[in-house]
């Protein structure tokens, strides 16, 4: 009997094994594609941006070719009224001088003409190119999903989680919870400072090509321009970093580091205003405590600024020896609480947060109206 369920289990991981193979090779696939993609996608934004110079540049050119070819035909025509005035030869080249206008701007249109189709054509291999990073993404982190559900071993809780479906359900809710802050952070540095700095190489070739064309003064202005995506690429890592762990939430405290954060969003998001009040002793609680209040702040701040696109937010903050109440207040979209999926990671995450500190966490919203989200923790 013992020999039948070893077999069994030997033939089960090598099963397994084979899938985890077979999922890995695909997940490495398709990064390798969206690795491509983003490759293709920098090259092509390049030769569109050089491409739109050179389109504007052949429409001023034809523009002011126009105006030539506008005169060199009233000329032509003021010469021809009055033909005995002018010799044989005079007339001859007011014509060639005006047919050979005409045939520039002639060829001066059509390159434009040419040009704005590979315009065209470029934004349009932009758009699906993007498009394939974003399946890329989206199917990959699915791919990261599967493949941690098979390499995680689950018998460690077999004992706690009687029930099979349970057991699957608290697996899985765990490692999408982990991917979608994985793919979070993937979007927060693409979107931020990959973003920059990629614009940066590009701003950076400009660099030497304007001190060759148009002289020192206007290449130390890209200089100057270069400095300022820097230090904003600069400014987009700390924030980031801030938002993994803050550091002065060890040092100061909740109260001074809310402080912090919340006017570090204001100045980042300039069309959203941030009031903050505190009420009670100001003192310092357990470090699970000033985690838990911050981060169930931190998510309610950038829904109200991310998805509920507010333009003031009210966050009040209320300490007690017993329990500590907080009140985050937007003016945003709303949306219906009866319809909102009760699986979005934001929403599971603040709950799962306030019920294993046996806290409370009321959520007030409707389309239009904005968002009150209420969080109170007993302080044990």
Same mark, same amino acid.
């Given at each position: 009997?013992?020999?039948?369920?070893?077999?069994?289990?030997?033939?089960?991981?090598?099963?397994?094994?084979?899938?985890?193979?077979?999922?890995?090779?695909?997940k490495?696939?398709?990064?390798?594609?969206?690795?491509?993609?983003?490759?293709?996608?920098?090259?092509?934004?390049?030769?569109?941006?050089?491409?739109?110079?050179?389109?504007?540049?052949?429409?001023?050119?034809?523009?002011k070719?126009?105006?030539?070819?506008?005169?060199?035909?009233?000329?032509?025509?003021?010469?021809?009224?009055?033909?005995?005035?002018?010799?044989?030869?005079?007339?001859?080249?007011?014509?060639? @001088?005006?047919? $050979? *206008? %005409?045939?520039?701007?002639?060829?001066?249109? /059509?390159?434009?003409?040419?040009? #704005? !189709?590979?315009? &065209?054509?470029?934004?349009?291999?932009?758009?699906?190119?993007?498009?394939?990073?974003?399946?890329?993404?989206?199917?990959?982190?699915?791919?990261?999903i599967?493949?941690?559900?098979?390499t995680?071993?689950?018998?460690?809780?077999?004992?706690?989680?009687?029930?099979?479906?349970?057991? @699957?359900?608290? $697996? *899985? %809710?765990?490692?999408?919870?982990?991917?979608? /802050?994985?793919?979070?952070l993937? #979007? !927060?540095?693409? &979107?931020?400072?990959?973003?920059?700095?990629?614009?940066?190489?590009l701003?950076?070739?400009?660099?030497?090509?304007?001190?060759?064309?148009?002289?020192?003064?206007?290449?130390?202005?890209?200089?100057?321009s270069?400095?300022?995506?820097?230090?904003?690429?600069l400014?987009?890592?700390?924030?980031?970093?801030?938002?993994?762990?803050?550091?002065?939430?060890?040092?100061?405290?909740?109260i001074?580091?809310?402080?912090?954060?919340?006017?570090?969003?204001?100045?980042?998001?300039?069309?959203?205003?941030?009031?903050?009040?505190?009420?009670?002793?100001?003192?310092?609680?357990e470090?699970k405590?000033?985690?838990?209040?911050?981060?169930?702040?931190?998510?309610?701040?950038?829904?109200a600024?991310?998805?509920?696109?507010?333009?003031?937010?009210?966050?009040?903050?209320?300490?007690?020896?017993?329990?500590?109440?907080?009140?985050?207040?937007?003016?945003?979209?709303?949306?219906?609480?009866?319809?909102?999926?009760?699986?979005?990671?934001?929403?599971?995450?603040?709950?799962?947060?306030?019920?294993?500190?046996?806290?409370?966490?009321?959520?007030?919203?409707?389309?239009?109206?904005?968002?009150?989200?209420?969080?109170?923790?007993?302080?044990?």
């Amino acid at each position: 009997m013992m020999s039948v369920q070893k077999n069994g289990d030997i033939a089960l991981d090598h099963i397994i094994g084979e899938m985890v193979d077979t999922v890995t090779n695909s997940k490495d696939e398709i990064f390798q594609i969206g690795e491509e993609s983003r490759t293709e996608f920098e090259k092509l934004n390049k030769d569109l941006t050089e491409t739109k110079k050179q389109v504007l540049s052949l429409i001023d050119e034809g523009d002011k070719l126009e105006q030539k070819v506008r005169s060199s035909r009233m000329r032509l025509s003021e010469v021809s009224k009055q033909f005995q005035k002018y010799s044989e030869e005079e007339i001859r080249k007011v014509y060639e @001088q005006t047919h $050979g *206008l %005409q045939m520039d701007l002639s060829m001066k249109r /059509e390159k434009e003409k040419q040009l #704005r !189709e590979r315009r &065209d054509d470029l934004e349009l291999r932009l758009k699906n190119l993007e498009e394939t990073i974003g399946r890329a993404e989206a199917l990959g982190g699915k791919i990261s999903i599967v493949l941690n559900y098979l390499t995680e071993d689950f018998r460690h809780v077999s004992d706690a989680l009687e029930d099979a479906k349970e057991k @699957q359900e608290f $697996g *899985l %809710q765990i490692i999408e919870a982990q991917e979608e /802050e994985r793919r979070r952070l993937s #979007r !927060e540095i693409h &979107d931020g400072p990959a973003q920059m700095l990629a614009n940066v190489m590009l701003r950076s070739d400009l660099v030497d090509r304007t001190y060759r064309e148009r002289g020192i003064e206007e290449a130390m202005q890209e200089v100057k321009s270069v400095r300022s995506l820097v230090r904003s690429a600069l400014y987009e890592v700390r924030r980031i970093i801030y938002d993994l762990r803050p550091m002065a939430l060890d040092d100061l405290g909740l109260i001074p580091t809310l402080k912090k954060y919340l006017a570090t969003i204001e100045d980042y998001n300039k069309e959203t205003h941030i009031a903050f009040t505190s009420f009670g002793k100001e003192r310092r609680l357990e470090s699970k405590y000033e985690v838990a209040l911050f981060r169930l702040v931190q998510e309610s701040v950038q829904n109200a600024v991310k998805h509920a696109e507010a333009s003031e937010i009210k966050v009040k903050v209320e300490m007690k020896a017993e329990a500590t109440t907080i009140i985050v207040k937007d003016d945003g979209k709303g949306f219906d609480t009866t319809k909102k999926k009760e699986k979005s990671f934001g929403l599971v995450g603040m709950r799962e947060r306030v019920d294993m500190l046996d806290g409370e966490l009321h959520i007030d919203s409707s389309v239009g109206e904005g968002t009150i989200v209420t969080i109170h923790l007993p302080i044990n």
